[in-house]
């Protein structure tokens, strides 16, 4: 593939897409393609290098440093210090999404990841949300999860059956989603009342927390409702993926 008289170099590993230099990066964000995060080396400083920030940060692009030992893994190809991974899948605008369910007449049900960080987590929980009926799933540009390989398979392919948002900041997410009259319920163990005593047959977006730290506090400050699962074990919590199924599917049972 070329472009702009150079060589766009493409490493594909089942659905996701590698590029791997700096001046093919740079070129596949000037031509609009879906880059879902850059890998950049750790105290690169070359004056491409350079250049790549400063397109990266134009478009907004989601990146990390890492070490070298990360990009070696990532590709054997020649980096020059930076890999990127291109999304399989097209995102949706949040704002456009929330007025088509809304215009349709359903009734929104809408899922909040909160920094999920775990592409297999992110998988199933896809896979989870597209069983139940979910609208759409948002997702915050950094910190979240990349939308991978890990994330396609184990989805099972749900990954390209539902819309999936992302915003700037989920804060601002759940100000547009109240706005237009849907509830914000984050799932978090700082509650005394369970999911069985929320109302989730109404516009709802139920809010999940990362897998180490769980719903931010800033966002707990804000949603309309907060509620836990009842635990009876001696381990006090659960895989993220299998919390969030609990709460859609108690939202199912009162949507029947």
Known sequence: MKAGGFFLYICTMEKEHQIFGIRAIIEAIQAGATVDKVYIQKEASSELMKDLMKVMKRGNINFSYVPVEKLNRLTPNNHQG???????????????????????????????????????????????????????????????????????????????????????????????????????????????????????????????????????PSVLKIVDEKAKLPMFGTIGSLNVSVACGAFLYEAVRQRS
């Open 82 to 216: 930076a890999v990127a991974t291109i999304s399989p899948i097209s995102f949706f605008d949040l704002e456009s999404l929330i007025e088509s369910v809304v215009e349709n007449g359903k009734k929104p049900l809408f899922l909040i990841l909160d920094q999920i960080s775990d592409a297999r987590n992110f998988g199933a929980i896809i896979r989870t949300a597209e069983c139940t009926g979910v609208n759409g799933i948002i997702v915050q540009k950094a910190g979240s999860a990349p939308v991978n390989g890990d994330t396609v398979k184990t989805s099972a392919g749900a990954v390209f059956n539902i819309p999936i948002c992302k915003v700037e900041h989920i804060k601002d997410a759940i100000f547009l989603l109240q706005a237009s009259g849907i509830k914000t319920v984050a799932a978090t163990e700082k509650t005394d009342i369970t999911i069985y005593d929320i109302a989730l047959n109404e516009p709802v977006a139920i809010i999940m927390g990362s897998e180490d730290r769980g719903v931010n």
